[in-house]
C-alpha cells in the first residue's frame, strides 16, 4: 500500500496491481497498521483506494490463502474480519474511493467503509457461491445493512457483479464521479468532515455500528448457523471451488 497524509485526512492507496490487490495477509497487515498510525496521528477522514484509473479495485481475499477443508475460512481471528473490524471501528469516517472492479470480500471492505464513492466503471461481484465459501455472519450483516436483502440475495446466489449505476440507484454508493473529477470531489468531502466535530462524528459512527449490528442471535440460532457452515467448509464443493480457482477453469459443483 501507499500512504500519505493530507492536512487532517490520511490516504490508504492498494498498491498491488500484478496480484490485483488480492487481500493476503501481507496486505491486510500493511492497511490495518496504516490505520492505527492515523490514528495516533488523529487523522479527521480517511480515503481507501486504488491506483488511479485501475481496473481491478481488489479481487477479493487471496484465494491461495483460504484454509483447505476442515477450517472456517472466516473464522474471527481471520485476516479479512480483522480488517472489516479496524475500518468499521476506525474513530473517523472511512471514504471508500472505488474506481474498476470489486470482489468478494472486497466488497464487504467497501460496504464497511462509511461513505462510498465510484467511478461509472466500478462494479461490486460478491463471490462465495463461486467458491464454494459460506459468508459468515458477520460479513452478511456487514452487507444487508448496505444493501437491500433481494439485492444481496441476487449478488450472493449469482456471484455476478452489480453496475456502479445500479449501486447508484440502490443507495449502496453515495456519488459516481468521472474519473477526471472523483479525486478533487473525495477530498473535498474528507475535508468537510475535518473540518467538523471529531468527538461527535466518533461518537455518531460508533453508535451506529452499534445499533446496526444490534440483532438478536440466540445461542442455539448461533450454533444452527456455525453448524450449516460447517457442512460447506468441510465439502468437497469447497475444495472443488478453491481448485478450480488455481486451476483457472469453471467449478463443477455436486451439491455435497
Ligand atoms: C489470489 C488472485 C486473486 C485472488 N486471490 O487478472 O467473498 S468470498 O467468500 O468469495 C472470499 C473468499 C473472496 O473474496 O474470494 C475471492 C473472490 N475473488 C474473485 O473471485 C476474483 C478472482 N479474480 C478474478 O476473477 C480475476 O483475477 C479478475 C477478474 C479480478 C482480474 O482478471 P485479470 O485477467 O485482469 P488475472 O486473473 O490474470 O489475475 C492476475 C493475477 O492475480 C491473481 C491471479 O492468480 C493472477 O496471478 P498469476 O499472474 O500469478 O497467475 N489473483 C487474482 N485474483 N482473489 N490471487
Redesign the pocket.
Known amino acids: 500500500i501507499l500512504t500519505e497524509k493530507r492536512d487532517s485526512t490520511g490516504i490508504i492507496t492498494l498498491n498491488h496491481a500484478?496480484?490485483?490487490n488480492?487481500?493476503?495477509e501481507t496486505l491486510i497487515e500493511e492497511i490495518t497498521s496504516a490505520l492505527e498510525g492515523f490514528r495516533a496521528l488523529e487523522i479527521r477522514a480517511v480515503v481507501l483506494r486504488a491506483q488511479p484509473g485501475i481496473?481491478?479495485w481488489s479481487?477479493?481475499?487471496?484465494?491461495?490463502?483460504?484454509p483447505l477443508r476442515g477450517r472456517d475460512?472466516?473464522g474471527w481471528n481471520d485476516p479479512?474480519r480483522i480488517l472489516i473490524r479496524s475500518i468499521q471501528e476506525f474513530p473517523a469516517p472511512v471514504i471508500g474511493m472505488i474506481e474498476g472492479?470489486v470482489?468478494?470480500?472486497?466488497?464487504?471492505v467497501a460496504m464497511a467503509c462509511d461513505i462510498l464513492i465510484a467511478t461509472p466503471d466500478a462494479a461490486f461481484?460478491?463471490?462465495?457461491a463461486?467458491?464454494g465459501?459460506p459468508?459468515n455472519l458477520g460479513?452478511l450483516m456487514t452487507l444487508i445493512n448496505m444493501i437491500p436483502l433481494p439485492i444481496v440475495k441476487e449478488m450472493l446466489f449469482t456471484?455476478q457483479p452489480l453496475p456502479a449505476d445500479q449501486a447508484l440507484n440502490l443507495g449502496i454508493i453515495n456519488y459516481i464521479k468521472a474519473n477526471d473529477e472523483i479525486e478533487s470531489f473525495v477530498f473535498d468531502m474528507a475535508q468537510r468532515i475535518a473540518n467538523n466535530s471529531p468527538l461527535s462524528i466518533s461518537s455518531m459512527k460508533d453508535s451506529l455500528r452499534l445499533l446496526s449490528s444490534a440483532h438478536a442471535v440466540t445461542p442455539d440460532l448461533f450454533e444452527k448457523i456455525q453448524g450449516m457452515r460447517r457442512i460447506v467448509y468441510d465439502s468437497e464443493d469447497y475444495q472443488e471451488g478453491i481448485r478450480a480457482?488455481r486451476e483457472?477453469r469453471k467449478p463443477r459443483f455436486m451439491g455435497k
Open positions: 500484478e496480484k490485483r488480492a487481500l493476503s481496473k481491478v479481487a477479493g481475499h487471496d484465494v491461495n490463502e483460504l475460512p472466516l479479512l472492479s470482489w468478494g470480500g472486497a466488497c464487504e461481484a460478491i463471490t462465495p463461486k467458491l465459501v459468508y460479513g456471484a480457482f483457472k
